[in-house]
């Protein structure tokens, strides 16, 4: 009984240790956000770093995800809206390259910038492994809301005005 309690606890502890490295153990609230950088549809380059000064508004999303699809035009209209108070949405996609085409047809119609991820694991977010997952940064480059911890992880512009607007 005792080998197989054992075997039970190590079990639980290797569960626990492969969540907190998929959810990106390095995230804490309050403390300097993970430094990003990607590469947009249009070339353009951003890194949350040189983004100090302005809030930032990162989510992951992909075509396929119906709930990403739903918040989008919300976020871009919040973008649009807010861009004068110093508020930038980044958006990256974790389609395949062989989708870029919907991306860009979606990105299209989005006032902020999208770039595709490329690969499911971003140095200090983790593995993203659920969608949508959304990240806010703070002028100072604090991370403010940390997406894996979100029971509600679709955005709406309710919720941007209370959560994302006090910051600017």
Not at 115 to 130: A, T
Request: a neutral charge; hydrophobic letters at 45%.
């Amino acid at each position: 009984m005792t080998r197989f309690l054992r075997y039970i606890v190590s079990a639980a502890l290797l569960g626990a240790a492969t969540l907190a490295a998929a959810r990106g153990n390095e995230l804490a609230v309050g403390q300097a956000a993970p430094r990003l950088t990607m590469t947009t549809l249009d070339g353009a380059h951003f890194d949350t770093r040189e983004l100090k000064g302005k809030v930032v508004f990162l989510t992951f999303w992909a075509t396929w995800c119906g709930p990403c699809r739903a918040e989008l035009p919300a976020l871009s209209r919040y973008a649009s809206a807010h861009a004068s108070q110093g508020v930038v949405v980044l958006a990256l996609s974790l389609d395949s390259p062989a989708d870029l085409q919907q991306v860009r047809e979606i990105a299209r119609d989005l006032s902020f910038p999208v770039g595709m991820l490329g690969d499911e694991h971003v140095p200090g977010y983790g593995r993203i492994w659920h969608l949508p997952v959304s990240f806010v940064i703070d002028r100072q480059g604090r991370l403010v809301v940390d997406g894996w911890k979100d029971k509600d992880p679709v955005w709406n512009a309710t919720r941007l005005e209370r959560e994302v607007t006090p910051l600017l």
